[in-house]
């Protein structure tokens, strides 16, 4: 039995380090996602009866969850609220499946994440008004879905985002000035939405922005001059909103895309009927 207990300790050992053991609260989760979205018949499905860390896309650090990859996997269904119960998640993709519903508010407590994508689907409804508790997201990809609502005020909570792409939904609203909150982003995308009102002139101070797309919304007005400031700006969609024509003159010389053509005009007529079209289609 002595000559046992050495091979013995390492079996164990090596056992222990093989099969992480997470949470049950984590692992019902996990279970409650799998069903939710059809897991069965997803594109790589996973055995249940498997170790958690041989489930495809699942990323396991110290014995919790910190990853969820299921990108273009056949997810179809809604996210289950208790997606709240991976409170060690950092990353979440669940981009390019067909997901319905709305985001799950229970969503917003998981004040570890760091990347949020759930673009491609056919997500429905608000984005959470909570959306600010994040305080750690640094990416926020939403683009192409359905979702109808203005942007939530807390959104401009988010000092570490670096991505916020809501492109191509039915959102509404208007961009705040406090977007001068987003110090450290550098992508906006906001393209075919219906959304409206001015360019905040704070937009100037948003000296990482490197992409900003606006096109085929209701913005109006003049593009403020401290876009000038935006000295790291590449590119800048603008086109099919309502901006004054004098406006091309607040744009960097270093802007590689101008965007500037179609619809650039106040006809008071045409952009009520444009502006009815949209609330329309947002509303059916």
Not at 10 to 22: G, Q, Y
Not at 92 to 118: A, D, R, V, W
Not at 140 to 148: C, F, G, I, S
Not at 232 to 254: I, Q, R
Request: proline residues 4%.
């Amino acid at each position: 039995m002595r000559l046992l207990t050495p091979f013995l300790a390492i079996f164990f050992s090596v056992s222990i380090f093989a099969n992480p053991v997470i949470p049950n609260t984590e692992k019902q989760a996990l279970i409650d996602l799998y069903h939710a979205t059809n897991g069965a018949d997803w594109n790589i499905t996973w055995d249940l009866n498997e170790s958690i860390d041989q489930w495809h896309g699942v990323t396991i650090e110290n014995n919790t969850v910190v990853g969820i990859n299921l990108l273009m996997n056949n997810l179809e269904g809604t996210i289950p609220s208790s997606i709240a119960n991976l409170q060690q998640l950092k990353h979440l993709n669940l981009g390019f499946n067909k997901l319905q519903g709305e985001i799950p508010s229970e969503i917003t407590e998981i004040k570890s994440l760091e990347q949020l994508e759930l673009f491609m689907n056919s997500l429905s409804g608000k984005i959470p008004a909570t959306i600010g508790n994040l305080i750690n997201l640094e990416v926020l990809t939403l683009y192409n879905n359905h979702l109808n609502s203005d942007l939530p005020n807390s959104i401009y909570n988010l000092s570490q985002l670096k991505v916020l792409q809501l492109s191509s939904n039915k959102i509404t609203g208007s961009l705040s000035s406090d977007i001068a909150n987003l110090k450290n982003i550098e992508v906006l995308g906001f393209f075919d939405n219906a959304m409206m009102g001015i360019i905040p002139e704070e937009i100037g101070v948003l000296k990482n922005l490197n992409e900003f797309t606006i096109a085929s919304n209701l913005f109006e007005g003049e593009l403020p001059v401290s876009i000038q400031n935006l000295k790291n700006l590449k590119t800048f969609l603008v086109s099919d909103n309502y901006f004054e024509n004098n406006s091309l003159n607040a744009l960097p010389t270093s802007i590689e895309v101008k965007d500037f053509t179609a619809q650039n005009f106040t006809t008071s007529q045409n952009q009520k009927r444009t502006t009815s079209n949209l609330l329309n289609e947002i509303e059916d």
